[in-house]
């Protein structure tokens, strides 16, 4: 599957974006899908995840409360509203995919076989 995640940009503090992350193929819903970022100088780190059918949702407690992740499956894609960001929201935000996944490693980077080439979130204070 091949992912191509958009809408990143400029914000102030406070304010929202919504990143998309469309993926090729007929079979996304069979796929378990999940958002990573990374800011300046830090490692990747897990920031929200969402189940094939969308039943089921996980975040890192850093966004719980301000971010939704969502998908929509006859669209083939899968989102993030971020609300109420904060300047240590600033990152590169990956989306990353996976067709199997233990409940143990949805937070593990190295539970996603296939990766976005991610898309840049600056927010100011």
């Known amino acids: 599957v091949q992912l191509q995640a958009s809408g990143g940009g400029l914000v102030q503090a406070g304010g929202s974006l919504r990143l998309s992350c469309a993926a090729s193929?007929?079979?996304?819903?069979?796929?378990?899908m999940a958002w990573f970022r990374q800011a300046p100088g830090k490692e990747r780190e897990f920031v929200a995840a969402?189940?094939?059918?969308?039943?089921?949702?996980y975040y890192a407690d850093s966004v719980k409360g301000r971010f939704t992740i969502s998908r929509d499956n006859a669209k083939n894609t899968v989102y993030l509203q971020m609300n109420s960001l904060k300047p240590e929201d600033t990152a590169i935000y990956y989306c990353?995919?996976?067709?199997?996944?233990?409940?143990?490693?949805?937070?593990?980077?190295?539970?996603?076989?296939?990766w976005g080439q991610g898309t840049l979130v600056t927010v100011s204070s």
């Open positions: 990353a995919a996976t067709p199997g996944i233990s409940m143990l490693g949805v937070r593990s980077q190295q539970s996603y076989n296939y």
């Open positions: 969402i189940s094939g059918s969308g039943g089921s949702t």
């Open positions: 193929g007929r079979t996304f819903s069979r796929y378990f």
